[in-house]
């Protein structure tokens, strides 16, 4: 799979900035050198020299931070719009539905660049927002829009219609721009409400949300870059990469201790990586700024989390009040989630008592209650019996034609053959195979995936 860009530098073609930051560093070591060399010859007159130096180090840091932020600065492309950034010092979302056009341009009127070449400007409704005055890109808004974000005082609440920036890539981000442009048209045009399918027709629709085209966004909704995790000497997880897109089931296979509960819950925040990147709708969920996206994960470990001196329906209840959901709202989707799952006849009684089957539907239920973006099942069929797994399917197949993603693990191949659009096979810690199974089985040159499976883990020898 192609490579999925979301983060566009802005001030990689910027020679002041970078000529004036090596011009400071500089200086900065010079001074370094001048106080250390008079510090030793034990000049008395250096103390002066030495309180007025100290004095400036906080300074001279909160310089070099500030352009080291320039020298980073990016504009990021998510499934809600376009973040234009520029240093530390702005950034403000244009959501997709106010953008109504982006085109490259040259040749413009520009307002003078400051003493770092760059520019942040606003001219009667045209905010200039850029990092050089090279690979400009002009975006026309639907209408005027009050600037809100973090930019100067003097900014905030102005009305704008036209933004032009600049982009090292500039290729790149037209065309991260326009494919999330085409997909925003499509949502509009396809608002539907779908509800998952139970013996009790009289129930309401679980997930209620537009229905999203089909893999609309370049976007992963989850993607792994070199995950890393050891227990002691021994890597467990070993510079994993893997994608789930909108609207897709992936199944993530592999014998046991190979790695994959560990991956799960390194995903579910429980674990932190020691290496590597897990990215939620291209933000790193580790990140300070970033923590927030772990609510729109869903996760069924395996075995069970609960609190077993509760009952089905309290422990449900104390779930949706830790998502903030409505009381109303709340109750209607757990007596749902009761009835769907066949939990009516003990729903009442303490987790205690329960089976281990039982105790996982609730898990699965309590997942569910704030429809996640996306649902982490560790064991996907483990404890389940027939038809409860055929639920259990009828669910994801939901969800998936819902816009949303899944993510499970398990060692029932049949489920990852009815189910997965995609699989991964672990062994060692690393992925030794993915793709779709027909692709498996033309790599492979394996008839069917229980063959391939046994012949990519070694589970036979």
């Known amino acids: ?62 310089i070099l931070q500030y352009m080291n932020q320039l020298l980073r600065s990016g504009h990021k492309v998510d499934e809600d719009g376009l973040v234009i950034q520029l240093g530390g010092h702005t950034s403000f979302k244009i959501l997709w539905e106010k ?43 639907v209408s005027e829009i009050p600037l809100q974000g973090r930019i100067k005082r003097e900014l905030r609440q102005r009305q704008v219609n036209t933004i032009y920036l600049n982009a090292d890539d500039l290729d790149g981000i037209l065309s991260a721009i326009k494919i999330n442009l085409d997909c925003d048209d499509k949502q509009k045009a396809q608002e539907v409400e779908i509800g998952i399918p139970s013996a009790q027709g009289d129930l309401p629709p679980l997930f209620e949300q537009r229905q999203k085209s089909e893999l609309c966004t370049k976007i992963p909704m989850l993607e792994l870059r070199d995950l890393t995790y050891s227990y002691g000497k021994k890597p467990v997880v070993n510079q994993l990469n893997l994608r789930v897109m909108p609207g897709e089931i992936v199944a993530f296979l592999g014998p046991n201790g190979m790695g994959k509960s560990t991956t799960l819950n390194m995903i579910a925040g429980l674990i932190k990586p020691q290496f590597g990147s897990i990215l939620l709708k291209g933000g790193d969920i580790w990140l300070e700024a970033e923590r927030s996206k772990r609510g729109q994960i869903g996760y069924v470990p395996d075995p069970p989390i609960l609190y077993t001196r509760l009952s089905a329906r309290e422990h449900l209840h104390y779930a949706a009040s830790l998502y903030g959901l409505p009381q109303k709202n709340g109750t209607e989707k757990i007596d749902h ?20 089957g039982m105790k996982r539907k609730v898990s699965l239920a309590s997942a569910l209650l704030a429809s996640p973006e996306i649902l982490i099942i560790d064991e996907l069929t483990n404890s389940f019996d027939a038809l409860t797994i055929s639920k259990i399917e009828s669910i994801l197949s939901s969800y998936k034609e819902s816009g949303k993603s899944v993510l499970f693990t398990g060692h029932v191949l049949t489920a990852a053959e009815k189910l997965a659009d995609r699989i991964y096979i672990m062994n ?34």
């Not at 250390?36 to 001279?60: C, K």
């Not at 520009?110 to 927002?129: K, S, V, W, Y």
């Not at 992925?431 to 779709?436: D, L, S």
């Open 1 to 62: 799979m192609d490579e999925v860009k979301y983060f566009f530098t802005n001030t990689g073609h910027n020679q002041p900035l970078r000529s004036l930051l090596s011009a400071f560093i500089g200086l900065v070591i010079f001074e370094w050198i001048l106080v250390i060399f008079l510090a030793w010859a034990l000049i008395p007159s250096t103390m002066i020299f030495l309180g007025v130096f100290v004095a400036l180090v906080p300074l001279q840091l909160f």
């Open 99 to 141: 953008i109504a056009e982006v085109a490259p341009v040259q040749d413009i009127k520009l307002p003078e660049l400051d003493g770092l070449g760059c520019c942040l400007a606003l001219e009667e409704a045209t905010l200039f927002c850029l990092g050089n005055k090279h690979d400009l890109l002009h975006v026309s808004l």
């Open 337 to 356: 989630l009761i009835a769907l799952l066949q939990m009516e006849g003990w729903s009442d009684e303490l987790i205690q008592g329960y089976s281990q």
């Open 428 to 461: 060692r810690g690393r992925c030794v195979a993915f793709g779709t199974l027909e692709e498996l089985k033309e790599q492979t040159s394996m008839d069917t995936l229980e063959e391939l499976y046994f012949s990519l883990t070694g589970e036979l020898e």
